[in-house]
């Protein structure tokens, strides 16, 4: 997975409950990204990251927060899970323009 | 709206065929195209990546890409059960940019 790690893998959480995935990765790759995958929507991307620090909006953005404090570590906030947030997670990294690499995914399921 | 489309499947070929899958795109700008294989439960991986117009051949995938028609297709020789996955295309808008759009996918089922 091209030094890319997400935690956790399996989340099962309750309805308001706030909820904080992790990216950690070892390639020192400028951009990341979360996306999430759903049956029949393919990927669609959350928000992304361009450097410490500086992230933006993708086109699923709503009830979901990130930060990136060090080039490493992309996190991803859930600030009140709903049921429609239930989906499979997954963490990118990329140099501008070439290849995204994903990391290994979560799935979370809100009940 | 910028998008990517692709046939969603199932695709199913008898192992040893070649399987064609295809995927056109809107935004004439686009600059780079991707291929992804995935897995059921797994995460997208790369097979192969495509810039310029013509056939890219790596071991038994080749990629082909016509801009001028917007389209992109992957071909897999000699097709393996274990080739039997979601093929996603993606495509990255303008050069140096952060934004890749995704098509949906296309099932592929390679029959023993």
């Known amino acids: 997975d091209a030094g890319i790690t997400q935690s956790p893998r399996h989340k099962v959480t309750e309805t308001g409950t706030p909820v904080t995935l992790r990216c950690h990765q070892t390639e020192n790759h400028r951009y990341m990204y979360w996306y999430r995958q759903d049956p029949g929507h393919g990927l669609r991307l959350i928000h992304y990251s361009y450097g410490v620090k500086d992230t933006d909006k993708g086109e699923v953005s709503d009830g979901y927060s990130v930060s990136r404090s060090k080039t490493e570590d992309f996190l991803l906030t859930l600030e009140s899970a709903t049921s429609s947030q239930t989906s499979v997670y997954f963490c990118?990294?990329?140099?501008?323009?070439?290849?995204?690499?994903f990391g290994p995914g979560t799935r979370l399921t809100v009940l | 709206q910028k998008e990517v489309e692709q046939n969603s499947g199932p695709l199913s070929v008898p192992e040893g065929a070649i399987a064609s899958l295809n995927c056109t795109y809107s935004?004439?700008?686009?600059?780079?195209f991707f291929w992804y294989r995935q897995y059921s439960g797994k995460s997208p991986e790369l097979i192969m990546s495509?810039?310029?117009?013509g056939d890219k051949e790596d071991g038994r995938f080749t990629a082909q890409l016509n801009k001028a028609s917007q389209y992109v297709s992957l071909l897999i020789r000699d097709s393996q059960p274990s080739d039997s996955a979601t093929y996603l295309c993606a495509v990255n808008i303008g050069p140096g940019t952060y934004k890749y759009i995704f098509g949906t996918g296309t099932r592929l089922k390679v029959l023993a």
């Open positions: 935004d004439r700008v686009s600059q780079s």
């Open positions: 990118a990294i990329s140099e501008p323009g070439d290849t995204q690499y």
């Open positions: 495509i810039y310029s117009n």
